[in-house]
C-alpha cells in the first residue's frame, strides 16, 4: 500500500509540501516516484529565484522520462537539497525524506488551498 503521509500537503502535479518553520518544503511523492522509476537526474531552482504556483519550477529525469517539476505556491527558493541533486536515487529510496526545494511563501494561506492526504489518495486511486 503506497504511503501518503497525513500531515503534509499535496499538488495534482504530484508534489508534496511541509510547512517547516513558516517555509515550505516540496518534493514528489511516493506515487511520482513510483510512476517515474529510476531517477536519474534532478534540476532544480537556484535560491533566490521566484516561483509562481502551477508554473515550472525544474525539472526530473528518470529513465523512463523527463517531467517538469510545478510550483506548489509562489514565493522566493530560499534552499535547495543538494544531496538529492548530488544522488537523485534518493527520491526512489524515500520520497518524503528526500526534498527537493524549500519555499518562502508570499502568502502562507495558499499552502491550505493545496489537497490534504485524502483528497490526494482519492486522486491517485489509493
Same mark, same amino acid.
Given at each position: 500500500?503506497?504511503?501518503?503521509?497525513?500531515?503534509?500537503?499535496?499538488?495534482?502535479?504530484?508534489?508534496?509540501?511541509?510547512?517547516?518553520?513558516?517555509?515550505?518544503?516540496?518534493?514528489?511523492?511516493?506515487?511520482?516516484?513510483? #510512476? /517515474?522509476?529510476?531517477?536519474?537526474?534532478? =534540476?532544480?531552482? &537556484?535560491?533566490? $529565484?521566484? %516561483? @509562481?504556483?502551477?508554473?515550472?519550477?525544474?525539472?526530473?529525469?528518470?529513465?523512463?522520462?523527463?517531467? #517538469? /517539476?510545478?510550483?506548489?505556491?509562489?514565493? =522566493?527558493?530560499? &534552499?535547495?537539497? $543538494?544531496? %538529492? @541533486?548530488?544522488?537523485?536515487?534518493?527520491?526512489?529510496?524515500?520520497?518524503?525524506?528526500?526534498?527537493?526545494?524549500?519555499?518562502?511563501?508570499?502568502?502562507?494561506?495558499?499552502?491550505?488551498?493545496?489537497?490534504?492526504?485524502?483528497?490526494?489518495?482519492?486522486?491517485?486511486?489509493?
Amino acid at each position: 500500500m503506497m504511503t501518503i503521509p497525513a500531515d503534509l500537503r499535496y499538488t495534482a502535479e504530484h508534489e508534496w509540501v511541509a510547512v517547516v518553520d513558516g517555509q515550505v518544503r516540496v518534493g514528489v511523492t511516493a506515487h511520482a516516484a513510483t #510512476e /517515474l522509476g529510476d531517477i536519474v537526474f534532478v =534540476e532544480l531552482p &537556484e535560491p533566490g $529565484t521566484r %516561483v @509562481v504556483a502551477g508554473h515550472v519550477a525544474g525539472e526530473i529525469e528518470s529513465t523512463k522520462s523527463v517531467s #517538469e /517539476l510545478f510550483a506548489p505556491i509562489d514565493g =522566493e527558493i530560499v &534552499e535547495v537539497n $543538494t544531496a %538529492v @541533486v548530488d544522488d537523485p536515487a534518493l527520491v526512489n529510496a524515500d520520497p518524503y525524506t528526500a526534498w527537493l526545494y524549500v519555499v518562502a511563501p508570499d502568502d502562507p494561506a495558499t499552502i491550505d488551498t493545496l489537497l490534504d492526504a485524502a483528497a490526494y489518495a482519492s486522486l491517485v486511486g489509493a
